[in-house]
């Protein structure tokens, strides 16, 4: 009897264990707000942070805000970095000539949001809309005027010193790229248009995907190799939501959300 209690107090154990820790999974982000969801990150354990245009919020797995402070106008896609939060950012005109643009990288402490720095990134000349990072390289990207026929990535070491400007061969893409993420091996790129537009890359930029799918609001990566987009829609109120839902690779479509 008592080897069977001790069996038992050990099942529930392990499988009590493997409900609190079950990975990242399909989640809304808590209230609505008045400028749409711009971009998503994780901190690859157990938080996940929404940029609204003007506010950044914090939450946990399960949805629940751990910090929401106020932004400049505009935030774009966020991603995160040993302990801390980039987004990228556009104080003046998107999809312009060069010299209209006013663009930074923000650099927030990840637990609290507290803003730490800022960083000028001007090479990026029609706005900085979005930021990824890997290698011990950050990549931002942005907007585009209507009659240029590719996109660029620029990329900045872990100082913001302007590294090179990287052609992506994609065509033209509705407004740039608004979200960048690097995951399994390859670089996501989601574009605003109708329909809406997800690139992929190789590791040097070479284009290797173009599909008619939705991640201009957010895609992101998680340690396992889960890919997750974001989604969001104008509520009754005229205000913006935002929610989390996984994705899985297509022949057809590139990714494809699943329940």
């Known amino acids: 009897m008592k080897r069977s209690l001790i069996l038992c107090s050990i099942f529930v154990t392990f499988v009590g264990s493997l409900s609190a820790d079950d990975g990242f999974h399909p989640v809304k982000c808590p209230g609505a707000y008045p400028n749409h969801l711009q971009g998503v990150c994780t901190n690859d354990r157990d938080a996940i942070y929404w940029s609204f245009t003007d506010r950044l919020l914090k939450t946990d797995r399960e949805g629940t805000i751990l910090a929401n402070v106020p932004a400049d106008n505009h935030q774009g896609d966020p991603c995160y970095r040993d302990g801390k939060l980039y987004v990228a950012v556009n104080l003046g005109a998107f999809n312009q000539p060069a010299g209209k643009a006013d663009s930074w990288v923000y ?3 990840g637990g609290d949001l507290k803003l730490l720095s800022k960083h000028p990134v001007p090479e990026v000349v029609h706005g900085a809309g979005g930021i990824a990072i ?3 390289k950050f990549i931002v990207v942005g907007g585009l005027p209507n009659d ?10 872990e100082s913001f010193h302007f590294q090179k400007r990287h052609v992506l061969a994609s ?13 399994n091996g390859f670089w996501w790129f989601g ?12 590791e040097n930029f070479k284009l290797v995907g173009k599909w008619e799918f939705d991640c201009s609001l957010g895609i992101t990566g998680t340690p396992d190799g ?3 987009v974001a989604r969001g829609k104008r509520t009754p109120e005229k205000l913006n939501d935002g929610e989390l839902l996984r994705a899985i690779a297509d022949e057809k479509t590139g990714l494809r959300v699943i329940p």
Do not use: R, S, W
């Not at 240029?148 to 070491?157: A, Q, S, V």
């Open 107 to 109: 650099v927030f402490d």
């Open 134 to 136: 890997h290698d011990e």
């Open 148 to 157: 240029i026929k590719e996109n660029y990535l620029y990329e900045y070491d």
């Open 171 to 183: 065509g033209h893409t509705h407004l740039g790229i608004q979200t960048a993420e690097y995951a």
């Open 191 to 202: 574009c605003y248009g109708t329909p809406q537009v997800m690139l992929k890359a190789d």
């Open 226 to 228: 889960t890919l997750f």
